[in-house]
């Protein structure tokens, strides 16, 4: 092959060195616009699994690189004049000087073409001349732009301001200083890279930035390769007391705002883009040249396993994309979360520093309770004792009070549509399915959407309460949970609006009736989606109607014995649909503003406030944002959880979207919590209410992981209660967990221990003469304190 390799980074050249090793006969053409002596930035980490690939696949350069790492395990938060030491974590850095000087050596060891300080011919002429163009050009790439209709990038700007520094001070651990200034939070992240020196990455919130004055040099251009020397002497006196006395090393030092690059595909023809070019993840979560060096290795290996350079790229981005995407999600909470920094300053050290080391989800409690097992428990100790609790327990199991009502733990079954009614009626059906999650654990078990008329209604199989016979029904049923169970139920009423008269979900969801259909309202003359009815825009008859049916819901509630009312405002019902700019086009008092928007769906909720006992807790769900464009965004979502607040809400059901048919969610692993987040952080703690955070959360170490970080005050959980009915009586016995925070009921409780399993079942035999160590527990607490060595030499 004849291979172009636009860009001499570590991913470009780690490339061409992996293809020339493959096959020497491989003609790879490296050009680099910069210098062989050039670098920008300091140093570069590496996780165990990455350097293993490496590795694997070049032992030359991995044994190099192990020389000149430096390790630690810790990671050391420093925040409010208190230092927590967290360990087990396992990071190697090395000087990225360093690192590129040894892959060109390796490079022109391997017979490549290197030819820095020179631009790359135009693509178009590399793309005709060459079986194969890298695109390794960074995060500005021009080669992206140019096939940009290919390519598709997404380019996300973040608002955080960020400058890339040095320090001659040796950092023993990874460091983040959390500094309250004057002016506002600001942050450092820093990490040793060798026995010289540390990285200092400086970020802050831009409003922050201002207030300090660093945007005294915002209209400056600096010449290539210059820095800031006014921002980094002003850096040098915010932080003097953290350099204790050392050096700030700047180099090509200048404000930036981190961009997040997405792109559609990874390729044009035969030309792929690696590494920042094709993706970027935020430097809180690890290193871009460790993706990069990760792109080449499974870049070069698919090319090396396919008969041509179509096949091998389709296969690479395959088998590639989500290894990035899954990074990307991580990092992408990360970066949101140093972005809201400040609105957790008021948490202790100890549950912020577990806060800030879990804002991924790529390290939960039960990851840390591997690693370092004394931060795990006094993590749970700090929680237990912020609560007001004697005893120590997953956070999951404590108990909580919302309103007037004592939960025995912090599990919620989500409501869930079973669309199994017939005019309304709750049937067996019900009964056993609420009831079966009832004795499955949780704390609280929520009805689907109970519908205040026959035509607030989604569908023909939805439940209400507006007939007397219906709240009879439900009376069953709450005896029934009641009877049987430590549980209680809560009722969560709503009218479909613009989203009524639609097929049950196995039939098509959100596809009108064949037949049979009724006439559907909304704020606005526009529909669900393009195959729905278009509905009538309400008059004041037909608001003061609702009101009047949500009044009537909330006594036949009350009289059915429910413990907890929930009003739906949320996933583009009729409330909801008020609630977004999406869906409410109005010109009059109930439209435009987010304060005229929440007119008609705070005069329900008021009425429904009034009638409901105020010794029962009510509850508001709402969605904190609707995902299109031009929708409801999180900080509109904190302003109509302010108002649901102040009028008397005992919590805010966060989730998200389902307003029009044209969202674009970004789902993954509990993906809605940080809405939750940052709803509890601004505006239920302030108020003392509570906030249930839900979405693809599924597992146990996710919610205790949620609670311990004050994310949310509950958890629910929907579509794993359907898998599995006794989820949280199972979280009990996974965690030998035997408290006052869930209960067996005597019918089941000989099955509360796990069952074995071959896997438990079996006992292993000792298969050695000799201890493998000295029967000491390694120390989690590895601290970098290097020792002058001698560079070995490069030799392959």
């Known amino acids: 092959m004849k291979i172009a390799i636009v860009g001499g980074g570590p991913g470009g050249l780690y490339f061409a060195a992996l293809m020339k090793q493959l096959d020497p006969a491989h003609e790879v053409t490296v050009w680099e616009r910069n210098a062989a002596s050039d670098t920008f930035g300091f140093g570069v980490v590496f996780s165990d699994e990455t350097l293993g690939g490496i590795g694997n ?21 420093h925040y409010q004049g208190e230092t927590i030491a967290v360990g087990g974590q396992g990071f190697a850095a090395m000087s990225r000087k360093e690192l590129l000087e040894l892959l060109q050596r390796r490079c022109a060891e391997l017979g490549v073409d290197l030819r820095f300080s020179t631009l790359a011919p135009p693509v178009e002429e590399l793309e005709a001349g060459y079986d194969l163009v890298l695109a390794a050009d960074g995060v500005n790439s021009q080669t992206r732009a140019k096939y940009a209709d290919s390519f598709g990038p997404d380019l996300d700007p973040r608002p955080n301001k960020f400058m890339w520094l040095g320090t001659d001070l040796v950092f023993e651990a990874f460091k983040f200083f959390i500094k309250e200034t004057e002016h506002g939070v600001m942050q450092i992240h820093g990490y040793p890279f060798s026995d010289e020196g540390s990285t200092f990455i400086v970020e802050m919130p831009e409003h922050v930035w201002r207030a300090a004055g660093f945007d005294e040099t915002e209209n ?3 010449p290539p390769g210059a820095s800031d020397e006014k921002a980094i002497e002003k850096i040098r006196k915010i932080f003097a007391e953290e350099l204790e006395g050392r050096q700030v090393l700047a180099n090509n030092s200048k404000w930036l705002n981190f961009t997040t690059v997405r792109n559609a595909s990874w390729r044009h023809g035969n030309v792929v883009l690696l590494g920042d070019a094709a993706h970027t993840a935020h430097f809180s979560i690890g290193s871009g040249t460790k993706l990069a060096m990760e792109d080449a290795l499974a870049l070069a290996a698919c090319l090396h396993e396919h008969p041509n350079v179509d096949a091998a790229l389709e296969a690479y981005e395959t088998e590639r994309r989500p290894v990035v995407e899954s990074t990307q999600r991580a990092a992408q909470a990360s970066l949101e979360w140093f972005e809201r920094v400040g609105q957790y300053t008021g948490q202790d050290p100890v ?24 931060f795990a428990l006094q993590v749970e100790e700090r929680f237990a004792a912020s609560q007001g609790l004697e005893s120590v327990a997953p956070a999951m199991f404590q108990p909580y009070r919302i309103g007037g009502l004592e939960l025995k733990n912090r599990i919620v079954v989500s409501p869930m549509d079973m669309y199994s009614a017939t005019d309304g009626m709750p049937a067996d059906f019900h009964k056993v399915h609420l009831g079966s999650k009832a004795m499955g654990g949780a704390g609280l078990v929520m009805t689907e959407m109970v519908c205040v008329s026959a035509e607030g209604r989604i569908t023909p199989g939805d439940t209400g309460l507006y007939t007397d016979e219906q709240r009879d029904a439900w009376e069953d049923i709450v005896k029934f949970v009641h009877g049987h169970s430590e549980a209680k139920i809560g009722a969560q009423i709503g009218h479909a609006g613009r989203k009524a008269s639609t097929k049950l979900m196995w039939e098509g969801i959100d596809q ?4 049979g259909n009724w006439e559907v309202v909304g704020p606005s003359p526009l529909p669900y989606g393009p195959d729905n009815q278009v509905p009538l825009e309400m008059d004041r008859a037909q608001m003061d109607k609702v009101v009047a049916d949500f009044v009537a819901a909330t006594r036949r509630a009350d009289e059915a014995g429910f413990d907890l009312l929930e009003v739906h405002a949320a996933h583009g019902y009729l409330l909801s649909s008020f609630l977004s700019p999406v869906a409410n086009r109005r010109t009059d008092e109930y439209g435009g503003s987010v304060e005229n928007r929440l007119r008609f769906p705070l005069e329900v909720f008021d ?4 009638v409901w006992p105020t010794e029962k807790a009510l509850t508001v769900r709402i969605s904190a944002t609707d995902w299109i464009e031009g929708g409801n965004t999180l900080d509109d979502a904190v302003e109509i959880a302010k108002a649901f607040a102040a009028h008397g809400a005992d919590g805010i059901d966060v989730s998200t979207g389902q307003i029009a048919k044209g969202e674009k969610p970004r789902f993954g692993r509990s993906y809605q919590t940080p809405y939750a987040d940052r709803i509890r952080q601004e505006v239920a703690v302030p108020a003392g209410i509570a906030v249930i955070a839900v979405g693809a959360i599924s597992s146990y170490d996710d919610a205790n992981s ?3 970080a004050g994310r949310a005050d509950l958890i629910a959980l929907g579509r794993t209660h359907l898998y599995n009915p006794h989820w949280t009586l199972h979280a009990a016995a996974e965690q030998d967990y035997r408290g006052d925070g869930v209960a067996w009921v005597p019918q089941f409780r000989a099955g509360r221990r796990k069952p074995p399993s071959s896997r438990t079942d079996a006992v292993r035999p000792r298969l050695s003469l000799l201890q493998e160590t000295s029967g000491q527990v390694p120390d989690a607490h590895l601290r970098w304190k290097p020792v002058k060595s001698v560079e070995p030499a490069l030799a392959g």
């Open 607 to 610: 009425a429904v406030r009034a």
């Open 351 to 374: 549950q912020f520093s577990f806060n800030l080391l879990t804002r991924s989800r790529r390290i939960t409690q039960d990851n840390l309770r591997l690693r370092d097992p004394e």
């Open 57 to 77: 696949a070049d032992p030359v350069v991995a044994e190099y690189m192990s020389r000149r790492f430096a390790r630690w395990s810790d990671i050391d938060i």
């Open 512 to 515: 009108p009736l064949d037949s």
């Open 706 to 708: 949620i609670l311990l």
């Open 220 to 222: 400056e251009v600096f």
